[in-house]
């Protein structure tokens, strides 16, 4: 048999990649590293057979030496063997995850869940935030109403869109509007209102009706009242939701004259969602989150690939 002076340094690499390839002769130089063993003893250790054992010390070779009692011991290329065995297993070990990584990473579940949901809740709430502005676009006052006994009073509203003057005659008013805003985000309503100074006793019924002739009113109403001085408002949930000629119809339900001074109002509601656009990014990120981690980790999972030993280490 070669002495290990005798050994040149591929044939001393070959000698100990092949004694690490078995995990036998790994866990005998492991034994061997702290004391000297007899035979017996390597052999109790192992359970097995003495014949595996015989083929897996000879396969050490020079490895290992005997002392002159018999017993099995490392020598100066063991040593070696062993710590590299040593640097390999602290490599795998440094590059293990952490015993706490587990906990890490539930803990960033949680928290990424929790930053989802409260994206999530923001965004809703901001989508549905809404301000709104009016005013005026066109008063009448002291518009004289004089209705017989069982008459009707008729008075039109006309919506003009971009036109640019406003009409007021005895028995109605063209007005001009700005086009009405209808988006997602913003849009615009126009109302009518009307206030009358009734000098006499009364008992009228209303009606309001839309260019296309439908009732648009709230339901066609009677009012009632005996105090003269008095002061009654009607349309105020009234809206105009298309240009054209709007008809208000005012019946007197009394067996004598009816007189009022009426005065009209023909207002704008312009409702805005100001902070829509960062609502809707935000709903688009809460919601692209969970498909952006889980795409993530599935290409991370195709790509990851088990580590393996070159052919001479099988």
Known sequence: METISALSDEETYSLIFKSLNHPIRRKILRMLRENELAFSKILESLSIDSGHLNYHLESLGDLM???QDGKYRLSSFGLAAVKLMSGVEEHDSSTAPPKRRNTVNLTAAIFSVALVIALLATSVCTLGFTTQTSGDLVSVHAIPV???PNETFSYDVTLAYRSNQTVTEPHGISTTVPDPENTIAKWTEYTLTFDMDINSSYEIS??????DGKTISPTPFLEAGDPSGSQISFGSSTYFTKPGTYKIQIENEKTNGFYANMTLHVAYILTQKPLFNYGL?????????PIVILSSWYWMKNKK???TLPAKFK
């Open 65 to 67: 030496t005997r002392s």
């Open 146 to 148: 004089g209705i017989g």
């Open 206 to 211: 209303l009606t309001i009706h839309d260019p």
């Open 281 to 289: 990014a935000g709903l688009i990120i809460a919601l692209s989150y």
């Open 305 to 307: 690939q088990a580590p």
